[in-house]
């Protein structure tokens, strides 16, 4: 059950605090508003003083997300925040003050000492400040291939030299890496779900104007980890366009996105950032769960998406609105099992309440469990594999004991079996047979030597992960179940796999998921409309190619294609000899798709591929299922660039829906390369 809490400041004490803060001086307006003052428009925003960029971190690299664990929350004094409200986050976490002296250091120490924080968790970083918004200029923490923590540090979007030198001074302090990212932005218009996605407004777009659409995605993917980026309009209005103005990832398949009425002249505005993540797939592959809050956008109602994960707690800002409750209602419904705690403060704006002047910093030991979750129908099976990796950053050793896979069937108790290693960090669990209509329900949990403990998802038992056990009768008879491409000529000419279907019974197929993964891009011909009948009497031949890789994998690589129908899902192994990677590396007249922009569009978007040979090509859009939408092109084209343009319709006219879209060109004498389109 959630427990929620109120945290009431009153005027005396931020006038209190406050007064401390001055020490005799009053602060200048622009430093207690978000935006640019007239003194500021006149700078440069070229004046970092000590940014430099360097070499992204060793891959594969990961950027931690805000809902996982944090060892300390990073605030600056002069405070843009109630006393109680840090007090109270001292309690159960870190706190991590920056102050610009010693003597503010002493002052701040006895202020929190009077007021009963546990100054346990209480540590200083001396240096100095423009502002409190710790959010925008504070550092991004990352994890490189070899398992090490690093600062990823950016040009703030702000002529505030002290600021922006935050990440330098946090990675000091911490004794870890520094990176630089040199794409200017804010950390109020950035969320990531801690795995392969993450989501900003065009505002990056423009702030960086100096970089293609294109540059922007490969620099974060190549510093922060992050493949798929999502760039959306800003439905708020506002000067700031920042994404936590009205948006915030709660987890790896929720998120919360802002509302307002139906007579709100922004009203389709926010409807369709809403509509593209509720068409999205996350990086479970599932569509992202969508929770909505009503946000209006001025004061005092506050964009109550400007809060604060925590760890397990949740911190909400208020104003005392009559909309209050109901914003409350909306967390408690999207995270259960979190501690849900209302900040009522009268220093928030309709631009810039909580999350703008807080930033967690990652526990630097933090226990970690990745694991691709099973969801939705599941064949019913004999047994249900379930792995994981688990890393203990710590270094300190797991408890064999501790590494628990719990599940129940519908409405039981859980009970739990112990997962066992199988190589390196990887352990594996069963759950046992299951009837047919079983609702399973579980989550994976592990504990180390360190004290820490960890669950997956990260709440655990309150909201698992869930799915349903059906007996679908096979319809379809897929042979081979395994492809194995061993050579380059295998690559370039394709293996078959033949579908017909099974005791003399016309079948439907539902889909056949084409993918593309860092190892390699693999897709099939004939491309076929779902659903698609399949007659008894008849067969569908598929060949199966293998695209251009973005990175060279050691030994065998592989993926699973899945074969979707009526009657149940059929999986064939599709296995890459190392060999083939490295060959299809080589230069072979290369297809190159130099630009799609804009990217995601809404009405029209331009593709630019360039074909060094020339020759006979075919263009064509898939959607995010596989499935044909449309076909641009299946001509010669002459040696060099090419532009085409795709309205957003499919090949019958109709307007497609938001979502990701594969762009794909083919060559003879190139397999083919794909591009990801967003609408």
Known sequence: MKMIKLLLITIFIIFAANAGAQEGQDIPIWKKMHYLSEEEMKLP?????DFYPTDPPDHPVRMVGEYEHMQSVLVRYPFGLPLTLIIEMSQDCGVTTIVANQSQQNVVSSMYQNNGANMNNIDFIQAPTDSYWTRDYGPWFVIDGNGEFGVCNFPYNRPRPDDDDIPIEVAGYLGIELYGMDLEGAGGNWMCTGLDQASSTDLIWEE?????????????????GVSDYHVLPDPLGEYIKHIDCWGKFLGVNKVLIGSVLESDPRYDDFEYVADYFANTLCDWGVPYEVYRVFTPGNYPYTPYTNSLILNKRVFVPITGSTYDSDAIASYEAA?????????????????DAL??????IADMGMLYINHMPLLGNVQLQDEYEISANITNYSGSPLYPDSLLLYYKEGMGNYQSVIMTQQIGSLYMGVIPYQEDGTVVSYYIHAADESGRNANHPYIGAPDPHEFTVLQMIPGLIVEPDTLLFEDMSQAIEGLEVKIYPQDNEDVVI?????????????????????????????????????GIPVDQPPGYVQDTMFIECEAGDHEVLIIVNEDIISGINEPRDPISISGIYPNPFNDLTNIVFDMPQGGHAVVYILDNRGN????LAGRNFAKGEHRLQWDGRSENGF???????????KTDRAMGTSRM???
């Not at 995270?335 to 631009?351: A, F, K, R």
């Not at 044909?628 to 076909?631: A, D, I, K, Q």
Request: with cysteine; glycine share 4%; hydrophobic share 40%.
């Open 45 to 49: 925003h070229d004046n970092a003083k």
């Open 208 to 224: 960086n104007l100096n970089m293609t659409h294109a540059e922007i995605d490969q620099m974060v993917d190549d510093y922060l």
């Open 335 to 351: 995270m259960p099992g979190y501690e849900i705690l209302s900040v009522m403060y009268d220093g928030w704006e309709n631009t």
């Open 355 to 360: 999350h703008c002047r807080t930033k967690g």
């Open 510 to 546: 539902d889909n056949i998921n084409q993918e593309e993964w860092d190892e390699f891009y693999w897709w099939s011909e004939p491309v076929v409309d779902f659903p698609y009948l399949l007659q008894a009497t008849d067969s569908l031949i598929l060949t199966v190619y293998i």
């Open 628 to 631: 044909m939408v449309s076909s």
């Open 655 to 665: 307007a497609c829906p938001a979502g990701i879209y594969h762009l794909v060109v």
């Open 677 to 679: 389109i967003k609408r």
